[in-house]
């Protein structure tokens, strides 16, 4: 139920010059990862697509395509992108039980493509469409900012996607506070060692996952685990949270054992229990 390895390759990748998913061990490039938050429900829709074999739906803003955003991707230079709702497989698709094996490794490890990969491309306004925030879009449960998984998928000087250097799109206190928390996302620790992980867990705490363990999961990339955990969607917070302080690097787990104010109420009494988190 553990992944001895961080350095983990994704499963497959986007070749955009042939515009299909390959496996990664074709190509064996590094691809430029593409960040995104997905849109509510409603302003989405599921698309069979050629470019996966039509495998498992792509789920894609109502007002976006995934052309657009190959051309745009061109453009910066990229050969190869990884995207998840092209590359991970997908619920609905025609094998769920090939699902579920897959997430066990592909999903926590998510975090390896966008910390060694190429330049992180971030859509903060929806997958392929134009940047552009009104008012109360960065609180939103929605907002890149506040989604679970988009916690380790942070970079120094991302590329913007779907920036159309018009500044006249926002007004200009809403460019200001986007400014701001893009700024204020970065977790590395001093001199580029191991973060505060106290810090990590406050950044952590106020996202929304899609399943809660998901809060729990994208803390591994960014506490510079020695191994992942597998992924299990109905496995319970503090389980998975167990399971994590485990393969933790001594360093994490003695800020948790000296730092922390009150004996762990959980499995442990040395370190916080997830509630207390």
């Not at 803390?219 to 020695?226: C, E």
Request: hydrophobic residues 40%; negative net charge; aromatic residues 10%.
């Amino acid at each position: 139920n553990t992944i001895i390895s961080t350095i983990m390759p994704p499963r497959r990748v986007w070749d955009l010059y042939s515009n299909r998913v390959v496996p990664w061990h074709f190509v064996r490039r590094k691809p430029y990862p593409i960040s995104h938050a997905w849109m509510e429900e409603k302003d989405r829709e599921d698309m069979l697509t050629p470019i996966n074999r039509r495998e498992w739906p792509v789920a894609i803003p109502k007002d976006a395509n995934l052309h657009l955003i190959r051309i745009e991707m061109l453009n910066i230079g990229a050969e190869y992108a990884w995207l998840d709702v092209l590359c991970l497989r997908q619920v609905d698709g025609q094998r769920e039980d090939l699902r579920l094996e897959e997430w066990k490794v592909d999903v926590p490890t998510i975090g390896c493509v966008y910390h060694a990969g190429m330049k992180v491309v971030c859509y903060f306004s929806g997958l392929g469409r134009p940047l552009s925030l009104k008012a109360g879009d960065l609180e939103s449960d929605r907002s890149w900012f506040r989604r679970a998984w988009t916690l380790q998928e942070i970079s120094k000087n991302p590329i913007i996607g779907g920036d159309t250097g018009d500044n006249n799109i926002m007004e200009e206190d809403i460019r200001t506070e986007f400014e701001s928390k893009l700024f204020s996302c970065s977790l590395s620790g001093p001199s580029g060692g191991f973060p505060d992980v106290f810090r990590v867990l406050e950044h952590m705490r106020d996202r929304v996952p899609k399943n809660p363990v998901d809060k729990v999961a994208g803390l591994a990339y960014l506490l510079y685990t020695k191994e992942i955990p597998a992924y299990y969607e109905t496995q319970s917070e503090e389980d998975a949270w167990t399971a994590l302080v485990r393969v933790m690097p001594e360093s994490i787990r003695m800020q948790m054992l000296l730092n922390y104010s009150a004996p762990g109420n959980g499995y442990k009494v040395w370190r916080e229990s997830w509630r207390q988190v």
